[in-house]
């Protein structure tokens, strides 16, 4: 059976809207209304530090001086909220020590010392940069005797380290990834924020969102993203990655 037609629009309040964002929530927008579909509004509000004062009345604003309407989200209301990230972090908690308990996921005592130390040697010798898996098998003695001396973890993903992952894009057709080449990425940040690769899968989820539509500068993100559902037990969506608006002189216009 066909699922019914549930596009989301999701900023982060880091900044003012901009002609690349607008862009995502106008196609979303305009595929929710054409398929008898329903348009979300989602604040991804998880990354504290860059939060800007002002950016989510802005963004609702901006959607309204377009004439872009939601059906569910901030204002609004809906069944699936609340549809502000910051407000949902006990659902994204449970999702990771859901993983860390099916060993899809692992604690990471990993310093921001020694992981730059780490880029920087992988710099030197012309690796593709990307996480050492240093923490990834550790003893529980280790951990103890880690989480002894205060560190507090974050935790990451436990990517295949053989194999492919393939998914069919709306708009590009058949996408493959080698998966050795996708590093153990964060899921859960120490301040016990979830990163977007977390949040977004579990909302989606959660939100029964049917299509996600966003830029090309996605696609890389996607295995992730498929891996996540996959471990989750989840339906995932169809993605359908866009091109990004380029200048005259072929650079990124998207701001």
């Known amino acids: 059976m066909t699922r019914p037609v549930r596009v989301r629009y999701a900023p982060s309040p880091t900044g003012y809207p901009h002609v690349g964002n607008i862009r995502t929530a106008l196609f979303n927008w305009l595929f929710a209304r054409h398929s008898g579909g329903s348009f979300i509004v989602r604040i991804e509000d998880t990354d504290v530090n860059r939060r800007v004062e002002g950016a989510v009345a802005a963004i609702l604003d901006g959607l309204r001086w377009l004439g872009i309407d939601w059906d569910e989200g901030p204002e609004v209301g809906g069944e ?3 549809y502000f990230q910051s407000q949902r972090l006990e659902i994204y908690q449970a999702a990771v020590q859901r993983l860390i308990a099916q060993g899809d996921a692992y ?3 990993c310093s921001p010392q020694r992981l730059t130390e780490m880029r920087a040697e992988q710099a030197r010798l012309k690796q593709p940069p990307g996480y050492d898996r240093h923490c990834r098998n550790l003893s529980d003695e280790e951990r103890r005797c880690l ?4 560190i ?5 993903f436990k990517m295949p380290l053989e194999g492919q ?7 590009r057709g058949e996408v493959t990834f080698e998966n050795s080449v996708i ?7 120490s301040d016990g924020y979830p990163t977007y690769h977390l949040a977004s899968v579990v ?4 939100m029964e969102i049917s299509h996600v539509l966003r830029a090309e500068e996605w696609v890389s993100s996607a295995p992730r993203h498929l891996l996540l559902y996959r471990a989750l037990g989840y339906e995932s969506p169809i993605f359908a990655h866009m091109p990004m608006i380029l200048g005259t ?3 990124k216009l998207s701001k």
Request: glycine share 6%; aromatic share 16%; charged share 35%.
């Open 152 to 156: 507090t973890p974050v935790v990451r």
């Open 249 to 251: 002189d072929r650079s």
């Open 203 to 206: 909302d989606d989820h959660r």
């Open 147 to 150: 989480e002894s001396e205060g």
């Open 183 to 189: 590093d153990d990425f964060v899921l859960l940040k």
């Open 80 to 82: 699936y909220g609340p």
């Open 107 to 109: 604690y990471c005592y």
């Open 165 to 171: 992952t393939c998914f069919n894009d709306f708009i």
